[in-house]
């Protein structure tokens, strides 16, 4: 069975919103792959929720975390466009 982990979760529109500024902001194409999510705080002195957004461009991927509630989260809050480099994710073992 199936159940939302965060009955009050994030509006589809926050989500669509977050991924339009990043395609922006990245000068991603149509067929770049983005990703959005929120989730909870998984440490003790992270705030409640954080948003999530992985993409890949060029066949690299990419990663960051803004530690906000997706309805929260505005074009301030992402690096540069300058500081993409730095996002790249090299991956985790237990990831994708």
Known sequence: MFARRNAAGPEVADLERIEAAVRARYGLAPEDLVLVTEEPGRAPGQPDAMTTVLFWHVGDRYRLRVFKRAD????????????????RDEGEGDCC
Request: charged share 20%; proline share 12%; net charge negative.
């Open 72 to 87: 929260g989260v505005t074009e301030a809050d992402l690096p540069p466009s300058w500081l993409r480099g730095a996002l």
